[in-house]
């Protein structure tokens, strides 16, 4: 059965088309494993397409990131209004417990269980120019408000190489939890994809790990 083509190389559906494909293929093979052949007859498209909308393979790529960021930052952004709008008024506790399960909602969204995770962890290990784009994103505006609530409560600076330290560990679990499903599953004799179920009991471990964490930091704080 042959394949269908979209032939309008300058349809927005072609440019959509190549940005999902280009998040599966990435995060699967890494940048310099997909070309822009494979790219095309993956998403069904025209080859001429990738020049036309994205100037070539890079372009797609960093477009990939572009939409990862579009996507999370509006919520990141909330997050930051809504802790600046409280910050002052309710203890730094309460709000790093509630901003740990509002990130983990974010972070393990049906939709972003598999291919993003794979391209953020990618650019983790082999950082390109989409890492700048992912981290001044929602990566660093995360981290910052993390930060700034763990400074608050240990009375230290957030721009420390302390704190700054202690909320990349802070992070780790959800970060392990996103990552680590592999084994998890095989732990628990859980499904490949998680279910809400899977997640529901995660989160419940999260809120637990997160208030003996934050427990301990202030315990140790002076």
């Known amino acids: 059965m042959p394949t269908t083509v979209l032939t309008d190389p300058r349809s927005e559906v072609t440019r959509q088309r190549l940005i999902d ?3 599966a293929l990435f995060g699967l093979y890494g940048f310099d494993g997909v070309t822009t052949r494979q790219l095309a007859q993956v998403a069904r498209v025209n080859q001429a397409a990738i020049p036309y909308h994205f100037g070539g ?3 797609v790529y960093l477009a990939v990131a572009e939409q990862i960021t579009a996507r999370i930052a509006p919520q990141i952004q909330r997050l930051q209004n809504e802790l600046a709008n409280r910050i002052d008024k309710e ?3 309460a709000l790093l417990l509630e901003l740990t399960l509002s ?3 974010i972070a393990f969204t049906p939709e972003h269980q598999t291919s993003w995770f794979i391209f953020l962890t990618r650019e983790q290990f082999h950082p390109t120019a989409a890492a700048d784009i992912l981290h001044r994103g929602f990566i660093l505006p995360a981290h910052n408000m993390i930060g700034t609530l763990l400074a608050r409560i240990t009375g230290t600076q957030a721009d420390s190489t302390d704190i700054i330290l202690l ?3 802070y992070l780790g679990q959800l970060i392990n939890f996103a990552v ?3 084994t ?4 628990l004799d859980w499904p490949a994809e998680f279910g809400m179920q899977e997640w529901q009991q995660i989160k419940a471990a ?4 997160s208030r003996a964490a934050i427990a301990g930091i202030a315990l140790n704080a002076g």
Do not use: C, N, V
Request: hydrophobic share 25%; glycine share 12%.
């Open 21 to 23: 494909t280009g998040l």
């Open 57 to 59: 393979k890079e372009g």
């Open 91 to 93: 203890t730094p506790q």
């Open 103 to 105: 990130l983990a909602d």
């Open 167 to 169: 909320t990349h560990a």
């Open 180 to 182: 680590g499903k592999t």
């Open 184 to 187: 998890l599953s095989r732990r």
């Open 206 to 209: 999260i809120t637990r790990f």
